[in-house]
């Protein structure tokens, strides 16, 4: 009987955890490394398209976005950061497919030298 009680207990537990997680939210991070020729006007153009294309995604539910200002040295010439969140993975999905993202894309291309993209569900 102790036995099913605690297996019973691990299984509550495992089924409230996932559930937190499926329901916490999504974050898209999202670093920039502009390639040396972009001009200040291209780069703060891809910035006022992002946050356009935050605003044009339904699934979004917030953005933060700024440059690098860390005196560490550690970021390997990534000098903007986008964080992008939603209310749960299913809100990503929605985002990376859409049409407004890929007119993003198409215009970010030509001037990116890298990115880095990190997502995680809020704890």
């Known amino acids: 009987m102790k036995a099913a009680l605690f297996a019973l207990a691990i299984l509550f537990s495992a089924m409230t955890t996932l559930a937190t997680a499926a329901d916490a939210p999504y974050r898209h991070v999202v670093f920039f490394k502009f390639k040396d020729s972009a001009t200040p006007a291209e780069v703060q153009g891809i910035e006022k398209a992002f946050i356009e294309l935050a605003k044009k995604v339904d699934t979004v539910t ?62």
């Open 62 to 123: 917030a953005f933060e976005w700024g440059t690098n200002v860390s005196p560490e040295g550690l970021n390997d010439g990534f000098t903007h950061c986008f964080l992008v969140t939603f209310k749960n993975k299913a809100g990503l999905d929605v985002y990376l497919p859409h049409p407004e993202h890929a007119a993003f894309v198409t215009k970010l291309k030509p001037l990116l030298d890298k990115v880095c993209v990190v997502d995680f569900v809020a704890k």
